[in-house]
Structure formats: structure tokens, C-alpha cells
């Protein structure tokens, strides 16, 4: 019997990096598909649904992440830029807010894991929540496409398949 120990090549990363590279992925997935939406495609409204637009679509996405920002750590929550209700906003203005509420998910999440705050609802359990805000997004991003694909600006599968599904699979979706 051989005493040979087995060398991991690749460690598993700490499991608060894996959970902040998720959140990571999911942020870079959906400022994927916006960059890709022809400038039509904003205004595009899927079939029987309430009547957002594509562009309200992401500001809606926006909204929510301010909301729990604002609920659980108004500090982090403060000049994250807004848009009104029916307002639809251009791509540059949803990328730039996107960015910058993204950022501030990050560094609440982080301080979730390291102990450092708390949060309200959701059993307090920052997974739990961050499970929440990723199947949202994802909701949201399947409307989205819907609309678009509705409205006879489908997305090529290299963007709809490839650039939405496979930074899930690769080791970083940074």
C-alpha cells in the first residue's frame, strides 16, 4: 500500500469566495445581456405581461437591489443613482446604475459572510438571500429575452446561450 498523498491541483476556493464570485457571475450575466440588446430592443414589451419594458425590466432589477440596500445597510445604499417609476432609461444610465448597485450588493455580502452586519428577513441567512436576488435577476432576464424574442429581435444563440448560460460554467464569471 502506497503512503502517496493526492495533491489537489486546483484547491476549492473559501467558501465566501465562491459565494461572492456567484454574485459576481450573476452581475457580469446580466450587464452581458444588456450590452447586447439592440437599442430598439429597450422598448420592447413582452406579450400579456404587466408592461414593463426591456429597459424598465433592468431598472426594476436595479430598484430591488437599492431596496434591500436600503433596508439592511442604508450607508451602502446612499448615491446609488434611481429612476422613476415609468421612467425607461437609456443602456449607459442602466449599465452605470447596475454597476454601481452590483458594487454594493458585493460589499454587503461580504460583510454578511464576515460577520460584520446583519441582516433582516430570510432567516438572516445571507445565502438565503443572495439565492433570492439571483433567481429575481434571472426572472427578469428570462423576460427580457422573452420580450425581445416576441417583439422579432431574438437574440443570436451565441448571446442568448453561450454569453448568459456558460459564465456559470467557467471558473470565474468576472
Avoid: C
Wanted: charged share 25%; glycine share 4%.
Amino acid at each position: 500500500m502506497s503512503s502517496r498523498k493526492t495533491v489537489r491541483r486546483n484547491p476549492v476556493p473559501p467558501l465566501a469566495d465562491q459565494i461572492v464570485d456567484t454574485w459576481k457571475t450573476n452581475s457580469h450575466v446580466l450587464l452581458y445581456l444588456l450590452e447586447q440588446i439592440p437599442p430598439k430592443g429597450l422598448a420592447a414589451i413582452p406579450l400579456a405581461s404587466r408592461g414593463r419594458n426591456v429597459a424598465q425590466q433592468f431598472s426594476h432589477v436595479h430598484k430591488v437591489r437599492y431596496a434591500w440596500l436600503r433596508l439592511n445597510a442604508p450607508d451602502l445604499a446612499e448615491k446609488i443613482p434611481m429612476f422613476k417609476k415609468a421612467e425607461a432609461p437609456s443602456k449607459a444610465a442602466l449599465k452605470r446604475a447596475l454597476k454601481v448597485s452590483a458594487t454594493r450588493v458585493e460589499k454587503y455580502l461580504e460583510d454578511l459572510l464576515n460577520e460584520k452586519r446583519r441582516l433582516k428577513m430570510f432567516g438572516r441567512q445571507p445565502i438565503r438571500w443572495l439565492g433570492y436576488l439571483i433567481a429575481h435577476e434571472s426572472h427578469h432576464r428570462g423576460q427580457i429575452l422573452l420580450a425581445l424574442k416576441q417583439n422579432g429581435m431574438r437574440l443570436p444563440d451565441k448571446i442568448s446561450i453561450t454569453g448568459v448560460w456558460y459564465p456559470w460554467f467557467r471558473k470565474s464569471g468576472r
